[in-house]
């Protein structure tokens, strides 16, 4: 019962925080220099036609009944068109979002579970040799500036190694040509193997550092000195009493890391030419294409709250001690 | 005057701890160097207009070329010296990371102090609204507000990547003040009549200051980091040089594959900086937290 209750709340106020979101973007979009009208009518059009066109797109009804409008058309899917693409901002974002996906779930998988099997070794081996190389390079690489780290990779493994492509999602004579499945989806993994290695990088340091302070906190309990006392051995001690624990603080932070995410995987998209939600939206502002912007922030968004509450949820039904 | 003396005395032993950490002492070398090479751009005009890194250019070069005697990192696609350019890149580094940086830790020590004070639903409140920004991704939300004002300029930039990134140093100003709200040295002040604005600036942040100056290293990290993702998509002050922007230079003209003098220079130094800044936070950490000290070795 506790726990439906604790759900729907968590529901109901990541709701709230959409819709907040939903209505600061509208008045934003109205705040902005130069009325909507001006922003988004030719202005080499006749004033007749200009006048015509802004009443076909309601610009000429009052605010508040913009704003319901507004609503009510993100409610029932309605995202605009984009200038750029003349098609609906939906169907654009919709044939973007599985590749950011892939990559995205594939580069956060491996860097948390790399992370945290490496952060419980170098916590357990703590003032060694191994525990100094992994936290100072797991420190370079938290701090490592992403869109340059992506053009060395880019420059050294694609391009003077040539092990890469240098970018895209699959080669297009392999598209053409009619090949199997296995061969376009080899292709596609080669293509996605460079942005995914970086980003894998990226994120790994984060996870390592956290679980292995994590741990360390862990390895204090009381409970593992009991263990000690009982005579287990190190290994279940470590994996079974300590690791389990400890791995619980960086499932929270996969969600709250998840901003600081989302900005790496837009630059590395950019860079890799991936064509994904990030690499869109950046597009969608360099070309002045209001709705295709505002699409894929509402879209980026809602994936972020959305995480969120996953990780909320997950949380609570793997640490017993929680309340809800 | 006794309490002048107890200060210092308490400044120097952190002092001490600070300086055995390897890691500190390796990152506060660092940083010097870079503010060395920040303030050297103060004097860069003195080279001639040809070393002005925005709008010095070599007649004789005009094009990139690498390293030589008179241009020591080679110069960009139109021939302006890169070394000044790396140079001017630093001034603008700190001055958007430690303005952005000390926002934002006002903003989060203010929320923090009295969210942990007050309690009760103004506490619920803010913390809520702290979870909120937490989650917003901040190059993004940038790219947005660019998109709608067109070129944004530094302060404007500095100033958003403050109230975006306030909500982490707010949680840990909050319960620490939480720990120190019971403390008998709060509850007699109370008794003896002072004010909860009394409280909160006079007895309250005092004690957690240090905490906050901690979490500024950290902000400060993170703000160089933003503002030069932002300027290499493009999207920076036009009329200020940063390292992003340089690096936004190399791509857009071409020269990424080309001219590995000019691709790596910037990058490295945004990594080493940021790294710089944070190692100093950690050691930092270590002085603040002697749990941290004690232990290992």
């Not at chain 1, 500036?145 to 060395?152: D, E, I, T």
């Not at chain 1, 790994?204 to 009991?226: H, N």
């Not at chain 1, 837009?266 to 690499?279: D, K, M, S, V």
Request: hydrophobic share 55%; aromatic share 12%; net charge positive.
């Amino acid at each position: 019962m506790n726990r439906i209750v604790f759900m729907s709340k968590k529901t109901v106020e990541l709701f709230i925080l959409f819709f907040l979101i939903l209505t600061v973007l509208f008045f934003l979009f109205r705040l902005a220099p130069g009325d909507p009208v001006t922003r988004m009518v030719d202005p080499m059009l006749t004033p007749e036609d200009a006048a015509h066109i802004i009443e076909q797109m309601g610009l000429d009804k009052p605010l508040i009944t913009q704003y319901m409008i507004y609503v009510k058309n993100f409610f029932t899917g309605n995202l605009g068109f984009s200038f750029h693409y003349g098609e609906p901002v939906v169907q654009v974002i919709m044939a973007r979002l599985p590749c950011t996906l892939l990559l995205f779930t594939t580069s956060t998988l491996l860097a948390a579970l790399a992370g945290v099997f490496l952060g419980k070794i170098s916590a357990w081996k703590k003032g060694s040799r191994l525990d100094g190389v992994l936290s100072i390079s797991a420190l370079v690489c938290h701090t490592l500036f992403v869109p340059w780290f992506a053009l060395m990779m880019l420059w050294v493994l694609g391009f003077q190694v040539g092990w890469f492509p240098l970018g895209g999602i699959i080669s297009p004579e392999l598209w053409i040509e009619e090949s199997s499945f296995l061969v376009k989806a080899l292709d596609v993994l080669h293509h996605m193997l460079l942005p995914l290695l970086t980003l894998f990088i990226i994120h790994v340091g984060s996870y390592l550092l956290l679980m292995r302070s994590s741990m360390l906190s862990v390895l204090k309990e009381d409970y593992i000195l009991t263990a000690r006392a009982k005579g287990l051995t190190d290994r279940v001690i470590r994996n079974r009493h300590a690791a389990k624990n400890a791995a619980l603080p960086v499932v929270t932070s996969v969600g709250l890391s998840l901003a600081f995410s989302i900005n790496g995987g837009a630059l590395t998209e950019q860079i890799f030419t991936w064509p994904g939600i990030g690499r869109e939206l950046i597009f969608a502002v360099s070309n002045n294409d209001y709705p295709l912007a505002q699409g894929c922030f509402l879209l980026i968004a809602a994936v972020v709250l959305s995480a969120n509450l996953i990780v909320d949820l997950l949380y609570a039904w793997l640490d017993p001690r929680i309340h809800y | 005057m006794s309490h002048k003396v107890g200060f210092i005395n308490r400044f120097s032993s952190s002092w001490k701890i600070f300086i055995q950490n390897p890691l500190g002492k390796a990152g506060l070398i660092i940083l010097a160097l870079f503010a060395l090479m920040a303030f050297a751009s103060f004097w860069v005009h003195l080279l001639g207009p040809m070393y002005d890194p925005m709008t010095g250019v070599d007649p004789a070069i005009s094009r990139s070329v690498g390293p030589s005697t008179s241009h020591w990192l080679g110069t960009d696609f139109i021939g302006r010296d890169i070394f000044c350019q790396l140079m001017e890149g630093a001034k603008i580094a700190f001055i958007v990371g430690l303005a952005s940086a000390f926002i934002s830790i006002v903003i989060g020590t203010i929320v923090g102090m009295v969210s942990g004070y007050a309690g009760g639903i103004v506490d619920i409140l803010l913390m809520r609204m702290a979870d909120m920004v937490m989650v917003l991704p901040s190059l993004v939300i940038l790219l947005i507000v660019a998109a709608l004002f067109g070129q944004l300029n530094i302060w404007m930039i500095v100033f958003l990547i403050a109230i975006l990134r306030w909500p982490a140093v707010a949680r840990v100003i909050r319960s620490q003040t939480l720990s120190l709200k019971h403390r008998p040295f709060i509850e007699a002040s109370r008794v003896a009549g002072a004010s909860n604005m009394r409280i909160i600036f006079k007895h309250i942040m005092p004690n957690v200051l240090p905490l906050a100056f901690l979490y500024m290293t950290f902000r400060v990290t993170s703000a160089i980091l933003v503002e030069a993702s932002l300027s290499f998509l493009g999207f920076g002050d036009p009329g200020q040089i940063s390292w992003g922007m340089m690096l936004q230079w190399v791509w857009s003209s071409g020269h990424m594959f080309q001219a590995p003098y000019w691709l790596l220079p910037p990058g490295i130094c945004i990594s080493l900086l940021t790294l710089s800044f944070y190692m100093v936070g950690r050691a930092m950490d270590e002085v603040l937290d002697p749990r941290l000290r004690k232990e290992g070795k």
